[in-house]
């Protein structure tokens, strides 16, 4: 395979890891109206309508807390699938091997990031901006469209982008899972400490330090 084909295939596989009907669908519109190079079968008029619907229908569960996680857990398995599956069509004349290869590259890229999608929502869905989460889909749908544009126009500056999204998602994804752990941890202490009858809270003083007997 060479670096044009690598690139498209890391580029379609990174952006179906966060949208797999958006990624279809701007591989679609950019074969049948822009520069080509995308199967026929991706621009045909009822793929297009299948892929817009379906796209439509992301694109509104997207902005809407708590129902895009359950969306995303929903999408756990299909975003690598669907990635392995365009891979499988964009390297339809390569040998068995080389597809089988294409198709497992494509699919790890959709699932990394899937996690990183998956990872940030459910901490955007913590806080209190609801603004917050609706932005962030914009900018996952913007950057879908990006990275499929270069993957048909310059795959070997996709294939640069995509390396440095997956590197930037692992980071992003590390820190938010360790910050859940800390969370989930203070949780429990505190959760503890109610239990035991004693005093919560940054200005809280214990039975003891008070002169009263504990318990």
């Known amino acids: 395979m060479d670096a044009a084909l690598i690139g498209l295939l890391a580029g379609s596989g990174w952006s179906a890891g966060i949208n797999l009907y958006g990624a279809v669908l701007a591989l679609g519109l950019f074969g049948r109206f822009g520069p080509g190079g ?35 857990l929903a999408h756990t398995l299909l975003r690598p699938a669907g990635a392995a599956a365009l891979a499988l069509l964009l390297t339809g004349e390569a040998s068995s091997a080389h597809q089988a290869l ?15 999608k998956a990872t940030t929502r459910l901490a955007v869905n913590s806080s209190p901006e609801p ?34 999204l997956v590197l930037a998602g692992t980071v992003v ?3 938010l899972f360790q910050a859940a752990r800390r969370g989930l941890r203070s ?29």
């Open 173 to 175: 994804t590390v820190v």
């Open 38 to 72: 995308v199967p026929e079968v991706l621009t045909r008029t009822d793929t297009l309508v299948i892929a817009g619907v379906l796209f439509a229908l992301e694109f509104a569960v997207d902005k809407i807390p708590v129902l895009d996680s359950v969306w995303d």
């Open 131 to 164: 603004i917050s989460n609706a932005g962030v889909s914009l900018l996952e749908d913007g950057l879908v469209a990006t990275v499929i544009w270069f993957a048909v126009t310059n795959p070997v500056l996709a294939l640069v982008l995509v390396v440095a």
């Open 102 to 116: 294409a198709a497992l590259g494509s699919g790890g890229l959709a699932l990394s990031a899937h996690a990183t």
């Open 187 to 215: 949780w429990r202490a505190r959760r503890r400490t109610r239990r035991s009858g004693l005093p919560t809270g940054p200005g809280a003083v214990s039975p003891r330090r008070r002169g009263l007997p504990p318990g």
